[in-house]
C-alpha cells in the first residue's frame, strides 16, 4: 500500500517508506543564480533508484551532474542513502512514524563554498533521525542530522548539523474514490543548517505543489529560498523540478 499522499515532502524525506517490493525512478533539475567565480546560471540534475525492500527498509542511489564548480555541465558525484522505520503507531486516518537514516557520498569537487551537502558538493556520510504525524489530510514531519564530510583542505569546515520542519495538505481529491483520482498536494519546509565549528548558519524556506497521477507518477515543483543566515553558499535560492515514476511488486518476496 503506498504511502500517505501528504507525506511525499519534495525537499526532506518523511519517516515513512516506499512500499514492500517497490521500484521508483526518480529524475530531479534545480537551476538558481549562483555566487561563484562563473558567469551565468547554475544547474544540478540528479537521476536516481528507489527500492523498497520492506515495509521497514528503503535505499535510494543517485549520481549528480552540474555546472556549479565547472563552467559546463558534467559529472561530479554519486552517493547511497537508507532508512530504516523503527516505530509506526497506526490508528484510523492517523498515525505516528519514526525513523533512522544514513547517506554516504563521493564527490570529486573540492571544497568552495561553507555550506555542506551530500548530493554534488562534498564527500562525507550524514546519520540522523524522523519523526513523522500524520493526522487526516495533514503531515508533519521533523528531521535532525549530523554530516561529517572528507577533505583536504583546511580553511572549510568539515562537521555540520541538519534540520527540517515540514508540512503537507492533500488538496485534492476532496473525496477520495479510487487509485486513479489526480492527487493535488501543497508543502511548505523550514530547512536548515549549522557549521559545528563556526557560527556560520542558514535557515531556508521552501514552498512546493505536487501532482500525483494513477497513484504511480509525481510531479513536484518548488522553490527554496534563504530566509537568514551568514554562510557563503553556492545558492541561496534555485527552483527544482522533479519527475518520479513507482512500479509495485517488481522486488519478489
Not at 513523522?132 to 562537521?159: E, M, P, V, Y
Not at 476532496?174 to 559545528?196: C, M, T, V
Request: aromatic fraction near 16%; charged fraction near 20%.
Amino acid at each position: 500500500m503506498a504511502i500517505e499522499a501528504q507525506e511525499l515532502y519534495v525537499f526532506s524525506e518523511p519517516a515513512s517508506n516506499m512500499p514492500a517490493g517497490t521500484l521508483g525512478l526518480k529524475f530531479s533539475a534545480m537551476r538558481g543564480k549562483e555566487r561563484h567565480h562563473y558567469e551565468g546560471r547554475s544547474q544540478r540534475y540528479m537521476p536516481e533508484l528507489m527500492l523498497g525492500f520492506s515495509k521497514k527498509l528503503m535505499v535510494h542511489a543517485g549520481t549528480t551532474f552540474s555546472n556549479m564548480y565547472s563552467k559546463d555541465n558534467r559529472w561530479e558525484s554519486v552517493y547511497i542513502y537508507g532508512k530504516y522505520r523503527f516505530l509506526s503507531i497506526d490508528d484510523v486516518h492517523r498515525h505516528f512514524r519514526m525513523a533512522a537514516f544514513a547517506q554516504g557520498a563521493y564527490a570529486r569537487n573540492e571544497p568552495y563554498f561553507e555550506d555542506i551537502g551530500l548530493q554534488g558538493d562534498r564527500s562525507g556520510i550524514q546519520g540522523g533521525l524522523i519523526a513523522t504525524q500524520l493526522i487526516g489530510k495533514f503531515a508533519g514531519s521533523a528531521t535532525g542530522s549530523f554530516i561529517q564530510t572528507f577533505h583536504d583542505n583546511k580553511n572549510f569546515r568539515d562537521q555540520a548539523l541538519n534540520y527540517s520542519l515540514s508540512a503537507g495538505l492533500l488538496v485534492l481529491p476532496f473525496e477520495y474514490k479510487s487509485y486513479r483520482q489526480l492527487n493535488l498536494n501543497i508543502y511548505a519546509e523550514l530547512l536548515g543548517q549549522k557549521l559545528l565549528e563556526s557560527d556560520a548558519y542558514y535557515i531556508d524556506f521552501a514552498p512546493a505543489i505536487q501532482f500525483i497521477v494513477n497513484s504511480n507518477s509525481k510531479l513536484n515543483f518548488g522553490y527554496r529560498f534563504q530566509l537568514d543566515g551568514n554562510q557563503f553558499r553556492s545558492m541561496e535560492r534555485y527552483f527544482q523540478v522533479s519527475l518520479e515514476h513507482t512500479f509495485y511488486n517488481v522486488l519478489k518476496k
